[in-house]
């Protein structure tokens, strides 16, 4: 009389764990791809978020004009302004969301009483992992993007005459 035999055989298990391991290399690929894409859109619209927020800021704390840094957007220039507490979250005013870094800096122009200028740059964490494009603008809310990560230039204002940023327009 055999003996019934019952579960599985080592080589039907190990079939099985190699079917599943060629899945998962198939697929992590494109899921890290799928991250790094979220991420770099997500960094695009952080900085349309900051533009308006600096137009917000300018409005209510027209003593200062634009923000200095971009805690101030959170904390109304320290509590100088306090109808600008508030305006971002706490996170972005931390200057690190959704595996990008940013970077806000307002300034007055020569004559100028209030800060009448600024630019905001977004720029990968991890270049190539969180994202590959690096995003920035400036007051003129134009949003541009370097793929390759490092080169973004900002629109800059001098005496009324504004030189374009690059290289791609958002």
Do not use: H, W
């Not at 690190?96 to 800060?115: C, P, Q, R, V």
């Amino acid at each position: 009389m055999k003996k019934q035999q019952k579960g599985f055989s080592l080589i039907e298990l190990l079939i099985v764990v190699a079917i599943i391991l060629i899945i998962a290399a198939i697929a992590i690929p494109n899921l890290i791809k799928s991250k790094m894409a979220a991420n770099e859109a997500g960094a695009g619209g952080t900085v349309r978020t900051i533009n308006t927020a600096e137009a917000t800021f300018q409005t209510v704390c027209s003593q200062i004009g634009y923000s200095v840094v971009l805690s101030d957007l959170n904390t109304g220039a320290g509590g100088v302004c306090p109808s600008g507490v508030g305006i971002i979250d706490t996170v972005l005013a931390a200057g690190a969301k959704g595996g990008y870094k940013y970077t806000e800096a307002g300034a007055k122009s020569a004559g100028a009483l209030t800060n009448d200028t600024y630019n905001v740059v977004a720029t990968p964490s991890t270049l190539g992992t969180s994202g590959n494009r690096q995003y920035c603008s400036s007051q003129t809310n134009v949003i541009y993007f370097d793929p390759l990560g490092a080169a973004c230039k900002f629109d800059t204002v001098a005496a009324g005459v504004v030189t374009p940023g690059g290289p791609n327009v958002m």
